[in-house]
């Protein structure tokens, strides 16, 4: 009898799950495109090119992983937390200018947190 192993996260990530080879399919790069496109479109992602500093990066891993995240989900909630911020800030200014008409934007989520015209 062969020992079971637990399929805890620990288990995927550092190898006794899901590395034997017998086990493995390959995809072909259309496949694997396909994929990724679907799983893109479930999750309302878009794939990103940027460029940071390395010590920045270095610093945002190092906290992802005290925190137990990757580094990218972990760059995704300190954008959200910053892109609410700013909206609702943006929204108080406005409402402190009384501003009387309403102000055209191209961003749904910023012309939302903008007050309505009277």
């Not at 008409?101 to 012309?111: D, S």
Request: hydrophobic letters at 45%; proline letters at 7%; one cysteine or more.
């Amino acid at each position: 009898m062969t020992d079971k192993i637990i399929g805890t996260p620990e288990a995927w990530e550092e190898g006794p799950l899901g590395k034997d080879p017998k086990f493995a399919i390959a995809l072909s790069p259309e496949e694997q495109a396909a994929d990724e496109a679907a799983i893109d479109a479930a999750f309302g992602l878009k794939p990103i090119s940027i460029r940071m500093e390395i010590e920045v990066l270095e610093s945002l891993k190092a906290i992802a992983k005290h925190r137990g995240l990757g580094y990218q989900p972990l760059i995704r909630q300190v954008l959200h937390r910053w892109v609410d911020s700013e909206l609702k800030l943006i929204a108080l200014e406005s409402m402190d200018t009384n501003e009387e008409k309403e102000v055209k934007v191209g961003c749904p989520a910023l012309q939302q947190a903008l007050p309505k015209a009277a």
